[in-house]
Structure formats: structure tokens, C-alpha cells
């Protein structure tokens, strides 16, 4: 059986780190089993669904390199909603409601205020519906049985049947709730694995009895711990954090994999150079139940060290015009984020602001003389600083930091043996002089 997975967002507003994770683990498995990845957009709100978003959804995924093989609408499928949900009503699994919220609230209230457990308590067969109210539509559950499976994280589940509330499924207007649409897709779609958030769980013990009401073999589902904050509870930040944020931090699509693929785990965060490798190492059974905890101090560093290992020709369309591969190979150890390169080419060709103390300026003119005689096709910083340092008699730091600050007018940065050949000859000794 080919794996498929699907990653179903609603178009009502961007995707947060929280949807990023979800799509990104559907994706890699769906990728490590050699099957298929679906984009099933959920906009049957049709009063908060929109096209802007829609179309924010295809390109961030895009921008995560999350390639999909197929792409469904809800909008475009109420049709068959309409013929299964017919179905189901004539097979007795479906039944019409008529309260309103606040009688069920009411509802609830009672039964609380009783000790008991605030389950929704079906119209007797003898009810008759108010008049010129219209119904809106829950699923029967059978409560006669024990709602069980095997989740790819959690373990065993179970729900006993009789305890759960049949659900909602369609609004008093026609208009249709997540439950049962999910479901109907899910088959129609042929999807074998369903990888969502724990949220979920109580809704899939609903949904496995829609599966079996509609004559389908339910999927494998895997419900992982939600996000937590780095101050170790649920934030509304890991909520509004989304694609255009991280992209304007410099954050790279490989880091934010990186550590979205991991959290939750007992695998370590580790730069990547591609998704695949990602994918080949996704095992929900090394996924845990406590809280997945997001750093996004943890991601700047993991940024970082991502840069670190990208090879010229992925970011040569993204560096300054005329900075080569030596260039990038000596600059990239300094980076948090690809825009820096920028700032550190400014100071390869200048003009640079230089800082030379009293103290080092016969030295530093010294230093300019010496620069003159180099042969700069071999490794004119090592023969720079080693005449240097058997004229002058400096070492270490009082031989290395004034003419760092000469050079290149800071006290930290890229490797000078690197550096220097890409400053060059007439540069080097202008700022010297």
C-alpha cells in the first residue's frame, strides 16, 4: 500500500510554527516510505477563508522545500459531503438537533452542578422539533463499544464510547464542521496516515466510528505533543510566530526544519544540508508525550551553524555582487544570517574606518613596508605577521589585534589568513599606510 499523508491548513490565516511542524512531519514521512504528500486546503468557513492566504499557504510550504503531489479544496467537494452525509442520515448515523448554545450550556451546567460528566444527552424519539427553528446535525456515536487503536506515538488508546458526545458535524445554516468532511476526504484521498496534533485525540476517537459508519478502514494516526514555549508553557507567540517573521530574522528554511523535525524527540538538533536526511531519520517511535519545547534562541543557533555548512553555489544569488566562493568560504564561519555576509563585504572593499592606537603606529607603519615586499599569490598573513613578528619582537595578542583593527577596523572576525588575500594587495596597504 502506497503511504500517503496530507497536510489539511484552513485558509482563515498564516501558518505558525506550530502547522509548520505538522506539515513538515507528514512530509517526511510520506517521503521516507516513497509515497505521496497532499495539500488539502479546509475552507469550508467561507467567511474567513481567503485567497490571500491560500496563496500564503503554497508559497511558505514552497519556501520550506515541503513539495506537495496533489492538492484538494474542501469548497470544491461539498457535493460529495452532501451524498455521504445523506447516506449516513438513512443509515440512522445521523440525527437532528434543535437547542440552542445557550440550552446547552445550560445543559452542561446541570449535569455538572450533579456530578455527573457534562455529556450531550440525545432527544427522546417522542421530541417534537420547536417550530421555525432549524436543526443543525450531530453524528451517533455507538456507545456500546470501546473506541480503541494504536497510536504511532501515544501507544494504545481508548475511549469508551459512552462517555463521548456525539459530535457536531453540520451548523443550523447547512454549513459543514471539521469532522466529518476530514473524514469523507481521508478516504476519498486514499490517506493511510494521519500525523496531527495531541488536540486531536478525543476527535479521533469520533472520527474512527465515522470511518466505520461510512465503510472505510480507518488511517494510522500519530498524535504528537504540542509546542510549548521556551518558558515552558503554551504561548500565544508560538501561535502568531509564522513564515514571514522567520524570514525577516534571516532564519533559513533548513534550520527551522532542523529543529521542527526533532523537538519532541530523543534525537539531537543538528544542522542538515537537505531534507532528505531528515527524512531518512523520522521515527514517531522516538517521539515523546512531554511537551515539545521551542527556543527560538535555539533556532538562531542552529541557524547559524546551518549557514555554516552551505556550500557557495546554494547562496551565491543571495551574496553581494562580486563576492566569489573564497570569499564566501572565508566570510561564512562569521554568520548568524546570510544578510551579514553583506556588512563583511563592505569591509573587504571598503571604504573602512581603521582605529590605530598611538602605541601601534610605528608598528603599524612597519607593518605597510613589510606588506609592500609580499608575494600575495601564497599566504600573505602568515609572511606578514611572521616578519612582523621577528622585527618588532611581538606575539599573540599585541602582534595580531592592531593589525586586525588596521585592516579591517574591528577587533573580531573571519579568519585574516583567509580574509587578507580576498582584501588584497593595494587595499591592505592603503589601510596600512
Not at 476530514?182 to 470511518?211: K, L, P, W, Y
Not at 607603519?365 to 600575495?376: F, K, M, R, S
Request: hydrophobic share 45%.
Amino acid at each position: 500500500m502506497t503511504t500517503i499523508t496530507r497536510f489539511a491548513p484552513s485558509p482563515t490565516g498564516r501558518l505558525h510554527v506550530g502547522n509548520l511542524r505538522a506539515a513538515l512531519h507528514n512530509w517526511l514521512w510520506a517521503r521516507k516510505n516513497g509515497g505521496r504528500f497532499l495539500l488539502r486546503i479546509d475552507d469550508t468557513d467561507r467567511a474567513r477563508s481567503t485567497e490571500a492566504n491560500v496563496d500564503a499557504i503554497r508559497t511558505d510550504l514552497d519556501w520550506l522545500g515541503l513539495n506537495h503531489d496533489g492538492e484538494e479544496r474542501q469548497s470544491l467537494r461539498f457535493d460529495l459531503y452532501e451524498t455521504k452525509f445523506e447516506a449516513l442520515k438513512a443509515a440512522g448515523r445521523v440525527y437532528a438537533c434543535y437547542e440552542t448554545p445557550e440550552e446547552l450550556d445550560l445543559r452542561r451546567k446541570v449535569l455538572l452542578g450533579r456530578g455527573l460528566p457534562p455529556i450531550y444527552e440525545r432527544p427522546s424519539v417522542d421530541s417534537v422539533p420547536p417550530e421555525g427553528r432549524a436543526p443543525h446535525w450531530r453524528f451517533r456515536l455507538d456507545h456500546d463499544v470501546m473506541i480503541a487503536w494504536e497510536d504511532l506515538i501515544r501507544g494504545a488508546q481508548h475511549f469508551d464510547a459512552a462517555k463521548l458526545s456525539d459530535p457536531v458535524i453540520r451548523r443550523a445554516d447547512g454549513s459543514w464542521l471539521y469532522l466529518l468532511p476530514s473524514v469523507i476526504d481521508d478516504i476519498e484521498m486514499g490517506v493511510t496516515h494521519v500525523v496531527r496534533g495531541e488536540d486531536h485525540v478525543s476527535n479521533t476517537a469520533s472520527q474512527i466510528q465515522m470511518f466505520t459508519a461510512l465503510g472505510a478502514t480507518p488511517p494510522a494516526f500519530a498524535h504528537e505533543a504540542l509546542l510549548t514555549g521556551s518558558e515552558g508553557k503554551l504561548s500565544k507567540r508560538l501561535g502568531s510566530l509564522d513564515c514571514d517573521e522567520l524570514r525577516s530574522a534571516g532564519i533559513e528554511p533548513l534550520a527551522i526544519a532542523g529543529l521542527l523535525a526533532r523537538l519532541g524527540t530523543s534525537d539531537p538538533v543538528e544542522p542538515v544540508t537537505g531534507l532528505a536526511a531528515l527524512a531518512e531519520t523520522i521515527d514517531f517511535a522516538r517521539f515523546g508525550r512531554a511537551p515539545a519545547r521551542f527556543d527560538m534562541a535555539e533556532l538562531e543557533t542552529l541557524n547559524a551553524k546551518t549557514i555554516h555548512m552551505m556550500p557557495f553555489a546554494t547562496v551565491s544569488e543571495r551574496l553581494p555582487a562580486g563576492m566569489d566562493e573564497a570569499a564566501w568560504t572565508a566570510i561564512r564561519p562569521n554568520l548568524k544570517t546570510i544578510a551579514e555576509a553583506a556588512d563583511w563585504w563592505r569591509i573587504v572593499t571598503g571604504p573602512t574606518e581603521t582605529a590605530v592606537a598611538d602605541e601601534d603606529r610605528l608598528f603599524i607603519a612597519q607593518a605597510a613596508e613589510v606588506a609592500a615586499t609580499l608575494d600575495w599569490s601564497g599566504d600573505p598573513w602568515h609572511a606578514l605577521t611572521g616578519a612582523l613578528k621577528a622585527s618588532s619582537g611581538r606575539t599573540g595578542k599585541a602582534l595580531f589585534l592592531p593589525l586586525r583593527r588596521a585592516l579591517t577596523g574591528l577587533d573580531h572576525g573571519p579568519d585574516m589568513a583567509a580574509l587578507l588575500p580576498i582584501i588584497g594587495r593595494e587595499r591592505a596597504i592603503s589601510r596600512l599606510v
